[in-house]
């Protein structure tokens, strides 16, 4: 099993464009050891009370993790600047989000397309197993276009007191003090200056990194680097007496034909289907793997239009350095999407409220500095509660995404009830679904069966292609 180097968030702030002078100080009467553990203590103690100003921290990027964070730090007391370059964005995402998530983050029902409460997997031979058995009358699975979505959040966020500017982040220049302002340069467009917008600049305490797989607020910390998936989605209008098959249901293929590595998808949005894949591994094919989804689903999305084709890389796993001083990564800068799953919404949400609050309570509702140690509790309360998932599917990904019998095996498995209820269970609610001892040992018989039926499957079909 993979393992990774986890590393905390740091602080973040924003700073508005006026110039302020501050000093701060740990006090010389501590002990060096004294001081050195005053900065692993959140807002330590030490840490000096802000004059005449909050706290300010920049979130750069403004999909979920942006929203939530900006939302989070605004009704906190922190003085909060978003900076998100496309306000309109359609990131190429599944879109699906686990029903925790409503409740959580008060999201309006108005804003979700589709409640799904079946799913079909469907195996390389094309053997269906319909999912959803256990799901009780008032569970789901939320489908949520993401230019709806992340537009919902960030307005929100605005409501709450934040400050969002339609912007591009460029770079930061570092502060020479531990409690010196960073200063970060961009482009912002204000629909007056046309494309090449107005280059400024600003101050700010700490730095939220929100800005995708592709962050420049990583590159500017040396956050080092990860794998990636490529994710290719299509949307689909289709006639509307195919789109009633789709009202409730979402299929997800597997097989070589469609990734070799991942998965194909059909999910249903207000009034069209999304149809897509992704790879880690040939990258370069991806067109073919998604030709080969459309072909899998093609009796049911025939005379279908293509209004729109969108890519997007996926992290594969958490970076090696997420944190540094007062900066921090969240959501996909972070790499928080899971194996197997593919699923980023939920975490990139998540990730960006509890690093947010750490700022919050660390700063005394924004009445006093941070430092790095008020982001490392927040890492290190994010590593307990969610690493052991990650883990989980990446075994379960390298176990049954490594070819066709073993993607059988897979499907079969998926069939069985008790793995239902405890799968979803566990993505509905996001915790460790507690297991019956008896089914569990069933479970881990009936798992080792598929896997030596797909060995003997595997060893059948090199025979033939010899």
């Not at 464009?17 to 004294?34: A, D, G, M, W, Y």
Request: with cysteine; hydrophobic share 35%; proline share 4%.
């Amino acid at each position: 099993m993979a393992t990774f180097t986890l590393k905390s968030f740091t602080g973040l702030r924003q700073s508005s464009t006026e110039q302020t002078n501050f000093v701060s100080h740990v006090p010389s009467s501590l002990s060096r050891s004294q001081r050195r553990s005053s900065l692993r203590v959140t807002a330590a103690r030490s840490s000096p009370k802000l004059s005449n100003r909050n706290l300010r921290v920049a979130v750069i990027g403004g999909g979920p993790a942006g929203g939530a964070a900006a939302e989070t730090l605004a009704k906190g007391g922190i003085e909060t600047v978003l900076i998100e370059r496309k306000m309109d964005n359609c990131k190429p995402c599944g879109g699906a989000i686990p029903l925790c998530m409503v409740g959580e983050f008060n999201l309006p029902l108005d804003i979700i397309d589709r409640r799904v409460t079946k799913m079909k997997m469907i195996s390389p031979s094309n053997i269906a197993v319909d999912i959803g058995r256990t799901l009780k009358e008032h569970e789901y699975i939320g489908m949520v276009r993401r230019e709806v979505l992340d537009s919902y959040l960030r307005e929100r966020a605005e409501k709450s007191g934040a400050t969002v500017i339609n912007g591009l982040f460029l770079k930061m220049d570092h502060p020479e003090n531990w409690d010196s302002p960073y200063t970060l340069h961009y482009t912002e467009y204000d629909g007056k200056t046309g494309a090449t917008g107005t280059r400024k600049t600003m101050e700010v305490d700490a730095v939220i990194g929100a800005d995708g797989a592709n962050s420049r607020v990583a590159k500017s910390i040396d956050a080092g680097d990860y794998d990636y998936a490529i994710a290719f989605q299509e949307r689909i209008r289709i006639p509307d007496e195919k789109m009633t098959y789709y009202e409730d249901l979402a299929e997800m293929y597997v097989g070589d034909d469609v990734s070799p590595d991942f998965y194909g998808w059909v999910f249903p949005k207000c009034d069209h289907v999304a149809v897509g894949t992704g790879t880690v591994t040939h990258k370069g094919d991806i067109k073919k793997f998604q030709l080969a989804t459309r072909n899998r689903a093609k009796d049911k999305i025939l005379g279908g239009k293509i209004i729109r084709v969108e890519a997007h890389p996926i992290p594969e796993h958490p970076r090696p350095r997420r944190l540094s001083k007062r900066v921090a990564l969240v959501g996909d800068a972070a790499g928080y999407v899971t194996k197997c799953s593919g699923e980023g919404i939920y975490f990139a949400a998540k990730s960006g409220r509890m690093c947010a609050e750490a700022i919050v309570e660390g700063s005394q509702n924004g009445k006093k500095m941070i430092d790095e140690g008020d982001l490392r509790k927040y890492l290190e309360k994010w590593d307990k509660t969610y690493l052991p998932t990650y883990r989980v599917l990446d075994v379960l990904q390298k176990v049954f995404y490594r070819s066709n019998p073993a993607r059988e095996a897979f499907v079969e498995m998926c069939g069985d009830e008790y793995v239902q209820k405890m799968t979803f269970d566990s993505y509905l609610y996001k915790r460790v679904a507690p297991g019956n001892p008896l089914e569990d040992l069933k479970l881990a018989v009936n798992t080792i069966g598929s896997l030596v039926r797909a060995n003997a499957l595997r060893r059948e079909i090199e025979k033939l292609s010899v």
